[in-house]
């Protein structure tokens, strides 16, 4: 059983229990609004100033290379404690239980990986993207071509999963459950990330991450804090509390609820847990945080930062979870969103005294205007990765040869970068409206196996394997990409489920719905084969370049 079946299954045995009424707080969502409004506009006053710092590339793509290693480590912890940490993981424990917990220790795992052989190297290595590590040891054009293209497709499916985010919460504020309130928050906030990225770069969107990173841990911390109050600080009455209240009894606190029914569950299961350890390591939002700090030094002493504060803060989504099922109910959660997407802040209205309280309105506003804080600063991040990836990779070194010619300026590739935001923000906008039902964790777990298949197989064979070639490199990405996508569209997410993005149609004959399983390998595979076949001789003093200043930092930017 696939695990989109087993979301309708869960929820026909627990039945449907009704929500604490959105419509309530529909009726008071004023104070909510008003700080969403503050939210923006702070957000906007930071890329205003943060945009009239500079215009050079350096400042545009990273930030002028000035930040501090704890800055740093809130920004990285900001781009990776997006939506689906926030909200999507938060809600498949209070739907999943213990498959729910999952999701959160595959996403802090997978920072051990970041620190062990990715931070140090790629900050050497590189200049503002993934492609610049790569073309150090092969100079060629196909490789940046295919490792700007995946770097744009990840970026992508992440985006989306952001604005699904954004959509389900303001629909939740709203108290209406309108898809046309929906589309209109993901149109704005399509809108609001463009305008983060044209004007601020790099400068105003660390800031912007660094600022939302301390209001997300600060707005956790509320929670938990008050969470454990309500059960006198008793861990287990807790978790007897939430199993009961599951629908499910036990079954919530043991293994098996969405991934124990079958065969295929159980593979599924694995698929999402190698995407999320070995995902977050091929990011492209995640990889151009390491080129804002001075040093590669600086580079592992903020992805030290980082994995404390993403380690407390999945600590404390766990007693979220747990909260928000002991409080409220699974049914109840998803009533409200079948997805589980609104658990977090129907935990916050009722830790503030339940729907019609004063209490309980200030928490719910102020909960959401965190969560919208979050996906606000995290869809930046992307963007500017994205564009990044467009700008400097294929038009400035594939399409118009800077590395072969110069013909291309700093200017014009700052200012192509900024035109690619606006194109990247309106196709996220289009494909975020067709996803609008389908949880924002799972979302990321897509993204999180696209990563690992196309970008980290090339990334680690080019900076370990001394035999390497450039086929090797162009067979790895596209090798780990192209199945990534094919199994991804001819899955259950796409068709033949429920919670499909085409409930209405069927054509999937992949079974699993994360493709990492299979598109993870053959991205490795790919490249080795590619390698093996190759009449190219791998260049030893290219390869010793990129082993100096990967090791020592000499000739880093």
């Known amino acids: 059983m696939s695990a989109a079946t087993a979301l309708a299954t869960a929820g026909s045995a627990v039945g449907a229990a009704a929500p604490p009424s959105a419509a309530s707080t529909g009726e008071h969502h004023g104070l909510a609004v008003a700080l969403f409004a503050v939210v923006v506009l702070v957000t906007l006053a930071i890329t205003l100033w943060a945009g009239r710092r500079g215009q050079a590339a350096e400042d545009f793509f990273a930030g002028g290379r000035d930040f501090s290693p704890l800055q740093n480590g809130f920004a990285l912890s900001g781009d990776y404690l997006s939506a689906a940490s926030f909200l999507g993981v938060a809600g498949l424990i209070a739907l999943y239980g213990y498959d729910g917990v999952l999701y959160s220790i595959g996403f802090l795992v997978a920072w051990l990986v970041v620190l062990m052989l990715v931070a140090e190297l790629v900050r050497n290595a590189g200049r503002y993207t993934l492609a610049d590590v790569l073309a150090l040891r092969m100079r060629h054009r196909q490789v940046r071509a295919a490792a700007g293209s995946a770097s744009i497709v990840v970026t992508l499916l992440y985006l989306v999963a952001q604005m699904v985010g954004a959509g389900s919460l303001v629909a939740l504020l709203l108290g209406t459950d309108s898809g046309q309130a929906k589309t209109w928050t993901i149109v704005g906030v399509g809108a609001l990330m463009i305008v983060y990225v044209t004007v601020g770069g790099m400068r105003a969107t660390t800031w912007i991450q660094i600022v939302k990173a301390f209001l997300l841990i600060a707005g956790s911390v509320l929670l938990t804090v008050l969470v454990l109050v309500r059960f006198h600080g008793d861990l287990a009455g807790l978790m007897r509390t939430a199993a009961e209240r599951s629908g499910a009894g036990q079954r919530y606190l043991e293994p098996g609820l969405k991934y124990g029914t079958g065969l295929t569950s159980r593979l599924d299961f694995f698929s999402l847990g190698l995407a999320l350890v070995l995902g977050t390591a091929g990011l492209p939002h995640i990889l151009s945080r390491f080129y804002t700090v001075p040093t590669a030094r600086a580079a592992r002493r903020s ?209 699993l719905e994360n493709p990492g399983l299979v598109s993870i390998p053959l991205g490795f595979l790919a490249g080795w084969l590619g390698t093996l076949t190759s009449r190219e001789l791998p260049d030893p003093d290219r390869y010793a370049e990129l082993e100096v200043r990967a090791l020592t930092g000499t000739g880093a930017a």
């Open 303 to 511: 992805t030290m930062w980082a994995i404390g504060l993403v380690g407390a803060f999945y600590l404390m989504a766990i007693v979220l979870g747990l909260g928000a099922t002991a409080l409220i109910g699974s049914p109840a959660v998803r009533a409200a969103n079948p997805a589980g997407n609104t658990a977090v802040p129907l935990l916050a209205l009722n830790l503030g005294g339940g729907e019609g309280s004063t209490l309980g309105i200030i928490l719910f506003a102020l909960i959401s205007a965190i969560a919208f804080a979050t996906i606000l600063a995290v869809v930046a991040g992307l963007t500017l990765a994205s564009s990044a990836a467009f700008a400097h990779d294929l038009y400035a070194r594939v399409w118009r040869r800077a590395d072969a010619g110069g013909q291309v300026t700093e200017h014009q590739e700052v200012l192509v970068a900024r035109m690619a935001a606006v194109v990247i923000g309106a196709l996220a906008i289009a494909l975020s409206l067709f996803a609008q039902q389908l949880n924002v964790a799972f979302l990321v777990g897509l993204a999180f196996a696209v990563a690992a298949s196309a970008n980290l197989p090339v990334l680690l064979f080019s900076l370990f394997w001394r035999r390497f070639t450039t086929r090797g490199a162009i067979w790895s990405v596209y090798g780990g990409l192209v199945p990534a996508v094919l199994l991804v569209i001819f899955s259950p997410v796409v068709s033949g489920s429920r919670t499909a993005v085409f409930p209405g149609l069927d054509f999937h004959w992949f079974p």
